[in-house]
């Protein structure tokens, strides 16, 4: 057994003896984890991916293979890809592109984690054309057995109506082609720390994908969607509610998590994060 497996089922064992499971979702965790590893061998970090303990992954490929080598480099550690990412202009412009190369990895799941805004705010003009973007491009794939989920990112939380910007596009698009990727991170960071709750209470069935990730205590977000990379923490360790967020995504419909790392000590926190999550 490799010795990130090793410490995380030491530190399983000291808090968790006698605790029941509530985290039952497959180990999976979104390869931008791993950004400045891949560069450095694919088949090397894929390695490290499995000796992490992971079974499942989200991602696009990798630099340096096709998507056919990586889908069986993967296939071959016994890594399955359910999800993959798709950028917002592929969407706008050859959805069918993408509808191949999620084939290719098995994905039936395809994630836009981005909507192009102007830096100084996301507007109500840039949701309604993200809405037509992803309710046209949501049907193409959903003709191709895919479900389309549009990754919040925190700049959604804008004040409009009774709710925000991301309720006014979870309300208009449609509930057959389009589906959501909550990132537990940004969701506090956009909307505060109750805020993932309160989505998966408001919308069940709505979320599919979860990417699970803490915010250091005492950060106080912004509608920015950025935040320095000292604020993302091993799971357990920051602002999340993950009994609570955990509970709901098992009863209101999400399918896969993820963890997601963009810390510069992803190494680290990682074996952190997989050993809270099976002591929940």
């Known amino acids: 057994m490799k010795k990130y497996q090793l410490l995380a089922l030491g530190l399983f064992i000291i808090i968790s003896a006698t605790a029941q499971n509530l985290y039952t ?20 970090t894929l390695d490290l991916i499995k000796e992490m303990g992971f079974t499942e992954i989200e991602s696009s490929g990798a630099d340096g293979v096709t998507t056919a080598e990586f889908r069986k480099l993967c296939d071959a550690r ?4 359910p999800s993959t990412g798709a950028d917002f202009g592929e969407l706008t412009k050859d959805p069918k592109k993408i509808v191949e190369r999620a084939k290719i990895l098995g994905a039936k799941f395809v ?3 981005w909507i192009p805004h102007q830096k100084s705010a996301f507007s109500l003009e840039d949701a309604k054309n993200a809405i037509n973007v992803f309710n046209t491009a949501g049907k193409i794939l959903k003709e191709n057995g895919l479900t389309l989920c549009y990754h919040d990112h925190g700049y959604e939380f804008h004040a409009y109506e009774d709710g925000t910007l991301l309720d006014y596009m979870i309300k208009n698009t449609n509930p057959k082609f389009v589906s959501f990727e909550m990132d537990v991170l940004w969701t506090m960071h956009g909307g505060g720390a109750d805020m993932p709750i309160t989505l998966l209470k408001k919308y069940p069935g709505r979320f599919k994908l979860l990417h699970v990730k803490d915010l250091k205590k005492g950060v106080v977000g912004d509608l920015s969607g950025g935040t320095p990379a000292e604020n993302d923490v091993a ?4 602002q999340g509610n993950w009994k609570e967020i955990i509970k709901l995504a098992k009863k209101n419909g999400v ?26």
């Open 25 to 44: 979702y497959p180990i999976g965790v979104q390869t931008y984890t791993f950004r400045n590893h891949f560069p450095k061998g694919v088949e090397k």
């Open 78 to 81: 016994g890594i399955s890809i």
């Open 111 to 113: 994630m836009c984690a």
């Open 235 to 238: 799971v357990g360790m920051g």
């Open 255 to 280: 399918v896969h998590c993820f963890i997601e790392d963009e810390s510069n000590i992803e190494v680290q926190n990682i074996p952190l994060s997989i050993a809270f999550l099976k002591k929940l």
